[in-house]
């Protein structure tokens, strides 16, 4: 296709070869390469044939590029590279730093402001579909009380933290919504839960040789904000097993908002997530997202961006017309 | 509050009485008129003290209203009220006649340009909500399937034809979603299902005096198009349990996408609403795009739109800062 939307993306981890793998499944969109700190020549793609370049060669290939897809982590990669690259090209990232949202904002919203781009922060599930059902929920039944349910999925974040415990040689953190909460909330109570009450923790821990079982086992059961609030269970598998029945990447949640229009009248709006792949399915956000981006650009929305500002048809490839016509 | 935003209706059925309900859950809005083809002073207002004009005073009141919603029917009011009043208001509407949708928006689109006037339609849960997440379903995951349950509920227009069958005192119907079917969705399977496979129909009728219960029966299963592609029962009851057990309007169902973002992964991605009254929950739905519909027509986004157009933080009273720093 002529105008196909040019694609880029910026890191080659997990969710970039996501989008590698999304961009196959959207024939509006073209792949046009992949951006590493890495040495190029060590990068092997996922799209056969995609072509690998220094991140150093980004300043020269801004005419190449109708959106780049910032694939690195939000603690170190995207605070500073976010703002460098916005200021070049119009930008899709899944930032998801909760608290520090504000100031990457406002650190992408200058440069790209400044040199009339489109930088859109923040995509992906939660961030990002989530927040827009929380954002949604509440504006629709305004006097009502939202809830967020994680999992049953694996945890980054909570499963970094396992990896850190001295004795532990490899470990991964399922999280789990507790049934009894998740019926409470739909049955449209307004419980007020305690961490402990929504969520429980299961860790699957290979120990390094030698390590202390019951040791490590405290260690991660009382360590603060991670754990301690949570009831939270270890179990100790070996490598081999860690190996086969721990590499798959599961995720999902609910999100769910009851509410009441009149004194009797109870309503309750839930949306839900059951996904075998978080990496995949947040990068097939991203990229939806990219080709919205790319038509903010168009329409000379610039600045930064959230998932707040994107109207739910520029999503589509199709057109606004045939979207009234079909799927209203 | 000197900058609340100023809401009016035009119609005072449910759908009506629902918005000056919905008003009184949202501070930054004003309820400022009921307008009517009736003789105002027959027409008793829900909110206490709300005024009620006549529809023909409405073109001298173009000053005192920032959104008209309009709460008549989509069969005869609305594409007959609707196109005259969006050349002298912003406006919100239900249209909810998905087949003719375009001509609708058409007709709407040229006065509210001409006056530069926002005009949106079809605004609800379905065409509405579910709307929102069938296109950001199919945008998300490319390669999959949509389903659309409804129910368990009260269906209007089902009702109504069964109320048309001769011998028919009174009746209701509701539209019941097949179990097995919802499962192989969200088992995502991708099944192909017959009308008959995904819902069934339970009709609860009151029989005139003298009237054939079977043959009205046989009227309603084998009616054409609403009844005969799906299992229907007909229970015939009293008035007294007609007045006392199905006077409550409750809806809802799902809207469920499955797909795969590579071979061997599967998504799906889950919206549902529990309504324990469709029209309060319709009525708020609309108040809350009055919101948006207001924050475009200030940002110069004139013309008729649709849901598909409506960035969700416009839905919300609070500023795009607040919702960064929040929600997302």
Redesign the interface.
């Given at each position: 296709m002529a105008d196909q939307i040019r694609i880029a993306i910026a890191g080659h981890g997990n969710l970039g070869r996501?989008v590698e793998?999304?961009i196959q499944?959207?024939p509006d969109m073209r792949f046009v390469g992949i951006y590493t700190r890495r040495a190029p020549e060590s990068v092997i793609p996922s799209l056969a044939g995609a072509p690998v370049f220094s991140m150093a060669e980004l300043p020269g290939h801004a005419g190449r590029i109708d959106v780049l897809i910032l694939c690195g982590g939000s603690k170190e990669d995207l605070p500073e590279q976010g703002p460098r690259l916005a200021a070049l090209f119009n930008t899709v990232d899944s930032f998801d730093t909760?608290a520090r949202?504000?100031e990457y904002?406002a650190s992408m919203d200058a440069p790209a402001l400044a040199n009339e781009r489109t930088a859109l922060i923040?995509v992906g599930w939660d961030?990002g579909?989530f927040?827009?059902n929380?954002?949604?929920g509440?504006?629709?039944?305004?006097?009502g009380a939202t809830h967020t349910f994680w999992g049953d999925g694996l945890s980054q974040g909570h499963s970094d933290a396992v990896r850190r415990v001295p004795g532990v040689a490899a470990g991964v953190q399922y999280t789990r919504p507790v049934p009894e909460a998740v019926d409470l909330v739909?049955g449209a109570s307004r419980p007020v839960l305690t961490p402990r009450q929504s969520h429980r923790r299961d860790c699957f821990v290979v120990l390094e040789d030698g390590a202390d079982a019951e040791a490590v086992r405290q260690a991660i059961v009382t360590m603060p904000h991670y754990f301690d609030q949570y009831d939270t269970t270890v179990t100790f598998i070996s490598a081999e097993e860690m190996e086969n029945s721990h590499r798959a990447m599961p995720h999902g949640g609910f999100v769910i908002r009851s509410g009441n229009?009149?004194s009797?009248?109870?309503?309750?709006?839930?949306?839900?997530?059951?996904?075998?792949?978080n990496p995949?399915?947040t990068?097939?956000?991203l990229v939806?997202y990219a080709?919205a981006t790319h038509r903010l650009h168009l329409s000379g929305q610039y600045g930064a961006k959230?998932?707040?500002?994107?109207?739910?048809?520029l999503?589509?490839?199709k057109s606004?017309?045939q979207?009234?016509?079909e799927?209203?």
């Open positions: 996501g793998t999304a499944k959207n909760h949202i504000p904002f923040s961030p579909l927040s827009i929380r954002v949604m509440e504006a629709l039944l305004p006097d739909r229009t009149s009797t009248q109870t309503q309750v709006v839930e949306y839900s997530l059951k996904l075998d792949s995949e399915f990068a097939s956000v939806a080709r959230t998932v707040f500002d994107v109207p739910p048809g999503l589509s490839p606004a017309a979207l009234r016509a799927q209203l």
